[in-house]
Each structure stands twice: as structure tokens, then as C-alpha cells.
């Protein structure tokens, strides 16, 4: 096993009408930004729980984090913190809004240019806004760590950063707020969780069993559990089950002393900021062909992953992974997510232009080996077409 640092403060409030804790969770005291991004939270009526829950504390809203959070939109939150001398954030939403929210509260105490914090990956924030969260949609995990990423739209560059300074204090978990969710942002949820359990798990072997153990665990739940995801809305179990399956997926517990990839989502990042598809599709694209590119690589945790999740025993290794990334496959495009990039309309001249974007960004030495650079990206690409 790898040496690890582990910390993780969020306090997780789980279950049916624990909005109303909100009444205890705000300091007594605070002046509160709630952060929500388009119309669902007025719609559903989770942000009428919130203010009811709020109670006489001080409350303004910033509506309007959209899909992959920009940085544009959320300056002007930024500035709405400062004007009105707010000092509590509280995200109402999925992981955009999250995200948003964390960039907000550390750019609100930023002396300087904020955009530094996209630009030193999180490393030069020195302080944050204490925030909290309430989670309508299962999928990134930021309820429950400290990352987040955020979009410069006038250049299409999409960068993550993290820093200790942004763990939500606590985040509200009630599985009925998914219920309003449309089908497809569930299977982008299970997606992407499933896709942050590989990014941690499908690397090379360390002798850490209880990581692998619980990694598996997970991607086994998100199998499933995905049918009745998509066709039972209203089903508690289920609902809660993915709600804390993907929580767990990227709360720092299966990556602690393990080597960890993340080129899937690197790589996805330059799609979203380029042709604006879903996040969890990007990934839906990019993981089996980075799979079958890396496979010497991965080879015996692939072997692994193929036996343990998908319970794939006979053949010759190369006939055992085929078939194991065969299954992952259906597992995304039987979701209704599209596995190639011909799918969404895009060909060679798209893979110059990523190719170019990560090369831009410095993402020249990706993977658990850091040896993913822009040539392998463009095979990784080439494969997915
Ligand atoms: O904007 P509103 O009206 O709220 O609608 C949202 C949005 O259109 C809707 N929605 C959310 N909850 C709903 C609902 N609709 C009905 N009922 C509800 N209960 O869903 C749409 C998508 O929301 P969004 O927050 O964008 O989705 P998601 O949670 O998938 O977040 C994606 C973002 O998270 C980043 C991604 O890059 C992307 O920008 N990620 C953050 C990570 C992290 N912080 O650790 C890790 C992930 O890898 C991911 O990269
Ligand atoms: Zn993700």
C-alpha cells in the first residue's frame, strides 16, 4: 500500500426530510448565499424547504450556476458575496452548483486575480467561506470532498482544482430530491460514479485490499442498482443507494494508498469545454478506449476487474479483458449514453482539436504512470471514434 494522508471533515446528513436540519446546521448568526443553478430547485420546492428551514436567518439567492459551472457566472456571485458582506454559502443542487459554490467561497477571500486559483490547481487559496450543501443529484461526489471544476467559457478551458480549504462543513443527502431528476441525469450520475471508481481503482496492483474490496463493492452496487434507477424514479431503496454509492465513490476513502489515473476525466474535461457534452458522456467515450490502449499496462487489474465485478473467469487474459471491457461498454450504452465519439458527431478533425486544447493545458503526462502524453491521448482518442 501507497503512504496516504486522509481527512475527511463533511459532516453527512442521510434521509428522508433532513432538509429541516438546515435550521441547525446554518450558524444562528449567519448571512447566507444559497447558490442554485437553473429552475429545479424552485420548481421541486427544495428552495422553499431551505428559506422555511433557514428560519430569521438573513438569506439573499444567486439562481443561475449552469451546467459545468463558468467562471464568468460565477465572478458575479463572487461579487454579490463581497456587496452584501455575506459570510455563509449554502449550494442547493447537484454537482455544478457544488462546484460553483466552492470556487465562490474561496475566491470571495482571494486578494488578487481568482482566476490564479484555476491556474495553480487550488494550491495558492489560503482561506474559504465556511459553506454547506444540499444535494439534488447523485453523481459527483463533491458533496463529500474537496475538489471542484470550473470552466473558463471565453477559452474553453476547463480545469479542477482542490485545496483542504473547500470541504462543504456538512452536506444534506435526502434521496427524495433525486425524484424530480429526468432520466437522463441519472444514468449520467451512475456513469460518472462508476467512472470515478475505476479512475481509483483500475491502475496497477498495491497490495491494497480493502481499497480493491470496496472499490468493487461499489462498482457491483452501481450495476445493480442502475436498472431500477432509470425505471423506478420514486424507489427509496434505490435512490438511496446510489445517492451514498456515489458519495463513497469519490469521498477520498477507495483512493487513500492507492495509485490513481484520472486521464478519462482529463481528457473528457477538453470535450465538455469544447462540444459542451455531459460530463459523465465524455466519460462514457473516453474509458473503454483508454482501457484497451493501456490493457499491458492495467493488465492485472483488469484481469481482477473482470473476474471480481463482472464475474468473467475463462479464456485467455486478452479474451477475459475483451470481454470485461465489452461489459463496461454495454453497462454505459445500455444506460442510453453513447460509448463513441462518431455518436455525438464528432470525427478526426475533433481529435486534432482536443489533442491541441490538452496540450494547452499542460495535460502532457497523464495516468497513474504519467506517462499518457499527447500522443497516447490521440490514440486513447483515436480508439474512441
Ligand atoms: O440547473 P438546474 O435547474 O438545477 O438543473 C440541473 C442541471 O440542468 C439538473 N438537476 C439537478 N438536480 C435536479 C435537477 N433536475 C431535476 N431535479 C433535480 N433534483 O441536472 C442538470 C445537471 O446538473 P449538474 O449539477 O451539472 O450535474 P452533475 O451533478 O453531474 O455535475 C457535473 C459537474 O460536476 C463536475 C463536472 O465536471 C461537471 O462540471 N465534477 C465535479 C467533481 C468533483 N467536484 O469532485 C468530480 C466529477 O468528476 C465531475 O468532474
Ligand atoms: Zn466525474
Given at each position: 500500500m501507497l503512504n496516504f494522508n486522509f481527512y475527511n471533515p463533511t459532516r453527512i446528513i442521510f434521509g428522508k426530510d433532513t432538509v429541516a436540519s438546515l435550521s441547525t446546521l446554518v450558524p444562528p448568526t449567519a448571512r447566507v448565499l444559497v447558490l442554485v443553478g437553473g429552475a429545479s430547485a424552485e420548481k421541486t420546492g427544495t428552495l422553499a424547504e431551505v428559506r422555511s428551514a433557514l428560519g430569521e436567518r438573513v438569506v439573499h439567492v444567486f439562481a443561475g450556476i449552469e451546467p459545468n459551472p463558468s467562471f464568468e457566472t460565477l465572478m458575479r456571485a463572487v461579487e454579490q458575496v463581497r456587496r452584501d458582506k455575506l459570510d455563509f454559502l449554502l449550494a442547493v443542487g447537484g454537482g455544478s452548483v457544488i462546484d460553483g459554490t466552492k470556487f465562490v467561497a474561496a475566491a470571495a477571500n482571494y486578494d488578487g486575480d481568482p482566476w490564479e486559483i484555476m491556474q495553480t490547481g487550488g494550491a495558492s487559496i489560503g482561506s474559504a467561506l465556511p459553506f454547506g450543501t444540499v444535494l439534488t443529484l447523485p453523481a459527483t461526489g463533491s458533496e463529500m470532498n474537496n475538489g471542484s471544476v470550473v470552466t473558463l467559457k471565453a477559452t474553453h478551458t476547463k480545469l479542477p482544482f482542490r485545496s483542504i480549504h473547500v470541504f462543504p462543513q456538512f452536506s444534506v443527502l435526502d434521496?427524495?430530491?433525486?425524484?424530480?431528476?429526468?432520466e437522463k441525469q441519472v444514468a449520467n450520475g451512475l456513469v460518472d460514479a462508476f467512472v470515478h471508481i475505476t479512475e481509483q481503482?483500475?491502475?496497477?496492483?498495491?497490495?491494497a485490499l480493502a481499497q480493491d474490496r470496496f472499490a468493487e463493492g461499489l462498482l457491483q452496487t452501481l450495476v445493480e442498482i442502475a436498472p431500477r434507477a432509470i425505471s423506478e424514479p420514486e424507489d427509496y431503496a434505490t435512490r438511496s443507494n446510489l445517492m451514498w454509492t456515489a458519495s463513497l465513490a469519490l469521498n477520498g476513502l477507495i483512493g487513500a494508498g492507492v495509485p490513481q489515473d484520472w486521464a478519462t476525466h482529463m481528457i473528457g474535461h477538453e470535450l465538455t469545454a469544447l462540444y459542451d457534452i455531459d460530463h459523465a458522456r465524455t466519460l462514457a467515450i473516453v474509458l473503454p478506449a483508454l482501457l484497451d490502449v493501456q490493457r499491458d499496462k492495467k493488465r492485472a487489474k483488469l484481469l481482477q476487474y473482470a473476474e471480481r465485478v463482472w464475474g468473467i473467469k475463462s479464456g485467455s487474459e486478452d479474451q477475459r479483458i475483451d470481454a470485461a471491457l465489452e461489459a463496461t461498454r454495454n453497462f454505459f450504452e445500455n444506460l442510453g449514453i453513447p460509448t463513441r465519439l462518431s455518436a455525438y458527431g464528432l470525427g478526426a478533425a475533433a481529435i486534432d482539436e482536443v489533442v491541441g486544447q490538452l496540450g494547452k493545458h499542460g495535460m502532457?503526462?497523464?495516468?497513474e504512470h504519467g506517462d499518457v502524453d499527447l500522443a497516447v491521448s490521440r490514440t486513447i482518442l483515436e480508439a474512441a471514434l
Amino acid at each position: 500500500m501507497l503512504n496516504f494522508n486522509f481527512y475527511n471533515p463533511t459532516r453527512i446528513i442521510f434521509g428522508k426530510d433532513t432538509v429541516a436540519s438546515l435550521s441547525t446546521l446554518v450558524p444562528p448568526t449567519a448571512r447566507v448565499l444559497v447558490l442554485v443553478g437553473g429552475a429545479s430547485a424552485e420548481k421541486t420546492g427544495t428552495l422553499a424547504e431551505v428559506r422555511s428551514a433557514l428560519g430569521e436567518r438573513v438569506v439573499h439567492v444567486f439562481a443561475g450556476i449552469e451546467p459545468n459551472p463558468s467562471f464568468e457566472t460565477l465572478m458575479r456571485a463572487v461579487e454579490q458575496v463581497r456587496r452584501d458582506k455575506l459570510d455563509f454559502l449554502l449550494a442547493v443542487g447537484g454537482g455544478s452548483v457544488i462546484d460553483g459554490t466552492k470556487f465562490v467561497a474561496a475566491a470571495a477571500n482571494y486578494d488578487g486575480d481568482p482566476w490564479e486559483i484555476m491556474q495553480t490547481g487550488g494550491a495558492s487559496i489560503g482561506s474559504a467561506l465556511p459553506f454547506g450543501t444540499v444535494l439534488t443529484l447523485p453523481a459527483t461526489g463533491s458533496e463529500m470532498n474537496n475538489g471542484s471544476v470550473v470552466t473558463l467559457k471565453a477559452t474553453h478551458t476547463k480545469l479542477p482544482f482542490r485545496s483542504i480549504h473547500v470541504f462543504p462543513q456538512f452536506s444534506v443527502l435526502d434521496p427524495t430530491k433525486t425524484y424530480s431528476l429526468p432520466e437522463k441525469q441519472v444514468a449520467n450520475g451512475l456513469v460518472d460514479a462508476f467512472v470515478h471508481i475505476t479512475e481509483q481503482y483500475l491502475t496497477f496492483p498495491v497490495q491494497a485490499l480493502a481499497q480493491d474490496r470496496f472499490a468493487e463493492g461499489l462498482l457491483q452496487t452501481l450495476v445493480e442498482i442502475a436498472p431500477r434507477a432509470i425505471s423506478e424514479p420514486e424507489d427509496y431503496a434505490t435512490r438511496s443507494n446510489l445517492m451514498w454509492t456515489a458519495s463513497l465513490a469519490l469521498n477520498g476513502l477507495i483512493g487513500a494508498g492507492v495509485p490513481q489515473d484520472w486521464a478519462t476525466h482529463m481528457i473528457g474535461h477538453e470535450l465538455t469545454a469544447l462540444y459542451d457534452i455531459d460530463h459523465a458522456r465524455t466519460l462514457a467515450i473516453v474509458l473503454p478506449a483508454l482501457l484497451d490502449v493501456q490493457r499491458d499496462k492495467k493488465r492485472a487489474k483488469l484481469l481482477q476487474y473482470a473476474e471480481r465485478v463482472w464475474g468473467i473467469k475463462s479464456g485467455s487474459e486478452d479474451q477475459r479483458i475483451d470481454a470485461a471491457l465489452e461489459a463496461t461498454r454495454n453497462f454505459f450504452e445500455n444506460l442510453g449514453i453513447p460509448t463513441r465519439l462518431s455518436a455525438y458527431g464528432l470525427g478526426a478533425a475533433a481529435i486534432d482539436e482536443v489533442v491541441g486544447q490538452l496540450g494547452k493545458h499542460g495535460m502532457t503526462r497523464l495516468g497513474e504512470h504519467g506517462d499518457v502524453d499527447l500522443a497516447v491521448s490521440r490514440t486513447i482518442l483515436e480508439a474512441a471514434l
